[in-house]
């Protein structure tokens, strides 16, 4: 499967045309714009080279948070197993 996208985040060609579809749809229907197949591409390229990174940095914040929060939950459960 071949992938495209900018600054290091990489799309399905399938999840790209979605996107770029979805980008034609709001500019018609919020801003009462109509913008072509090459506009959508250039925004979606665009944020993905200027959000992508912050997205997926935070992303990974987030999961730390989420393990480290499992990890203590289990070592609690680990030690409730003890007998008393």
């Given amino acids: 499967m071949k992938k495209s996208g900018a600054g290091g985040i990489w799309l399905s060609h399938e999840k790209k045309k979605q996107m770029e579809t ?3 749809y709001f500019f018609q229907v919020v801003r009462d714009e109509k913008i072509g197949i090459i506009a959508a591409q250039e925004i979606l390229e665009f944020f993905l080279e200027k959000l992508g990174k912050e997205v997926y940095n935070q992303a ?3 999961v730390q948070i989420w393990q480290r929060q ?3 939950n289990m070592e609690l459960d680990y030690y409730s197993l003890y007998k008393k």
């Fill in 22 to 24: 979805e980008i034609i």
């Fill in 60 to 62: 990974l914040d987030d």
């Fill in 70 to 72: 499992v990890m203590e």
